[in-house]
């Protein structure tokens, strides 16, 4: 990498480290190229033809009917030490951009859990938190949008639920944009995907520390 390339990345960096200190979340566009990005689309379509996605659950045990009233997306799990060869650029950018979370914020960001999600024309996900019981080590969610073109007629877009001083609350809505990298802090936004009425595709995981308590 040149040195002014890496200076860009820094600037990048450094401004998601201040908005996610100081609003809980930050967007980083053009995180992945063009390219990239359809070089992982074809590889999500090449496993959903072979029948590796599953219908997404909630929490634990909960039976798949409740589940789907709640979301109605599809996963699929991505061994992140070994990813198919389209998502290596993603984990490698990802990886870096750990290094400098976890120098800047000190968030001790040491593992991470990540899958391949797909929304079927009629997906949605209600609001929730992305922190359950089991899942304290969770820190940050980050999701790598993967749909060229979407429009706000699309629908599926992403809405934080901001609470203020004041006790009410802000909302922000996100578009699934292809390349767009979103951050939020997993215990503290809650969220919801609206319904979308294309395919909408996307890298969902969470950044988590070494907090285990079960
Ligand atoms: C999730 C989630 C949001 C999105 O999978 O927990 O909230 O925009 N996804 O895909
Ligand atoms: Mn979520």
Redesign the pocket.
């Known amino acids: 990498m040149t040195k002014t390339i890496a200076l860009l990345q820094e600037a990048i960096y450094e401004q998601a480290a201040v908005e996610i200190a100081e609003r809980g979340y930050s967007i980083i566009d053009g995180f992945l190229s063009t390219m990239e990005v359809n070089q992982i689309l074809k590889t999500i379509h090449a496993e959903e033809a072979e029948g590796a996605f599953n219908p997404a659950g909630i929490g634990q045990g909960s039976d798949f009917q409740r589940n789907q009233k709640i979301r109605r997306d599809e996963i699929r799990w991505i061994d992140h030490n070994a990813p198919p060869a389209s998502c290596v650029p993603y984990f490698e950018r990802l990886q870096d951009l750990i290094r400098y979370l976890n120098r800047t914020c000190y968030l001790g960001i040491r593992d991470m859990e990540m899958h391949f999600?797909v929304y079927q024309p009629g997906g949605f996900?209600q609001r929730h938190l992305?922190v359950f019981h089991r899942t304290q080590s969770r820190k940050l969610s980050a999701?790598c949008y993967l749909n060229p073109e979407w429009t706000a007629d699309d629908g599926g877009a992403?809405k934080l639920y901001l609470p203020k001083e004041d006790g009410t609350e802000e909302t922000v809505t996100v578009l699934?944009e292809a390349g767009r990298l979103m951050l939020f802090e997993s215990h503290a936004i809650e969220?919801e995907?609206e319904v979308a009425h294309r395919e909408r595709c996307?890298i969902?995981g969470w950044l988590k520390d070494e907090t285990q308590l079960f």
């Open positions: 999600a996900y992305d999701i992403l699934p969220h995907v996307s969902t």
